[in-house]
């Protein structure tokens, strides 16, 4: 577990990526299709490591919404609709590769 603050989240429609920078210097991307599969929603982790859904077909989903949520999260709004999971700092950090 980290520390650092997201600084910038850029959301690139084009490239269907997010961008993060974090106050600690370090950059990571994170495409879309990942955040869509990976979501960390009761519906796609299930409430044990046995219960996860595996999520195909997101290839062009698309990211419509992004909410702050305290200063720990964001809340991502897909273009499937998808939109229950909260995605924490540390959480991006990781599917970036930065921790």
Known sequence: MTNAWPTKLDFSRSR???T???DD???GEVSYEL???ESPSAEVQGHAPEQKQIVTG???VGVVAAN???RYAVQIVFDDGHDSGLFTWDYLRA???LN
């Open 16 to 18: 269907k990526v997010l």
């Open 20 to 22: 993060m920078t974090f």
């Open 25 to 27: 210097g370090q950059t």
């Open 35 to 37: 955040l869509r599969t």
């Open 58 to 60: 997101k290839e062009n």
């Open 68 to 70: 702050p949520v305290g």
């Open 95 to 97: 599917l970036a590769g």
